[in-house]
C-alpha cells in the first residue's frame, strides 16, 4: 500500500529541490504554497468555464505553474531546473489577452470583481495571482531564480482579469463600477 505522508515536516520544515531544508514560513515556500494555490484554485475555476478557449489556457497553464513552483524549489541551482520557463508563455499569454480584448467593449474604469460565476472566480484566481506576484518578487530578494516568472505571473493575472470581463460579456452580465463612498472625518 503506498504511502501517502513521511512526517518530515512534523518539525516545521520543508525538503526543497535544492536538497535544503527550510523552514515552512521561509519567503520560497510561501512563493511555492502560492503557486499551489493558484493552481489548485485554477482547478475550481475549470469547473465553472464552459468557454472552449479559455478552459484550453487555462489546462496550459495549470501545467506551466508546475515549472514555476519547480524552479522556485531548485531556488537558482540550474542543475535541478529540469524545465525552464519558455518566453513564449507571456508572449502567448499576451495574444490571448489581446484576443479576448478585442471582443469586448472598451474599459475605462475599475469594475467591481463580481457579476456571473465564472467571472467572480477568475477575478479571485486573479487577486491570488496578484499575490503570488508579491511573494516571488519578495522571495527574489533571498534566492535567485529565473525572473522571468514575475513577467509571466503578472500576465496571468491580466489574462485572468481580462478573462473574468469576458465571462460576464458572454453570460450578459454588465459590470459594475465602484462609487467611492465618502467617509466622516
Known amino acids: 500500500m503506498a504511502k501517502y505522508f513521511t512526517a518530515t515536516g512534523d518539525d516545521g ?7 535544503k531544508r527550510l523552514k515552512k514560513s521561509d519567503k520560497l515556500v510561501d512563493a511555492m504554497g502560492h503557486v499551489d494555490e493558484l493552481n489548485s484554485y485554477l482547478g475550481i475555476v475549470l ?4 468557454d472552449k ?6 489546462i496550459r497553464i495549470q501545467n506551466e505553474l508546475f515549472t514555476i513552483g519547480s524552479n522556485l524549489a531548485a531556488s537558482g541551482n ?6 525552464y520557463l519558455d518566453p513564449e508563455w507571456t508572449k502567448r499569454l499576451e495574444a490571448s489577452i489581446e484576443s479576448l480584448s478585442s471582443r ?3 474599459l475605462d ?6 457579476g456571473s460565476a465564472p467571472a467572480a472566480h477568475l477575478h479571485y484566481a486573479r487577486a491570488v495571482a496578484r499575490r503570488l506576484e508579491r511573494q516571488i518578487v519578495d ?12 513577467a509571466y505571473v503578472n500576465r496571468l493575472s491580466s489574462f485572468l482579469f481580462v478573462a473574468a470581463i469576458y465571462a460576464n460579456n458572454e453570460d ?3 459590470e459594475d463600477n465602484p462609487t467611492y463612498i465618502k467617509g466622516n472625518k
Open 53 to 58: 478557449y479559455i478552459r484550453e489556457e487555462i
Open 139 to 150: 522571495a527574489s530578494s533571498e534566492y535567485k531564480f529565473d525572473n522571468s516568472m514575475v
Open 172 to 174: 450578459n452580465v454588465g
Open 109 to 114: 474604469k475599475f469594475v467591481i470583481p463580481r
Open 78 to 83: 540550474r542543475a535541478l531546473e529540469i524545465v
Open 104 to 106: 469586448l467593449p472598451k
Open 13 to 19: 520544515t520543508t525538503g526543497i529541490l535544492a536538497g
Open 47 to 50: 469547473l465553472h468555464i464552459g
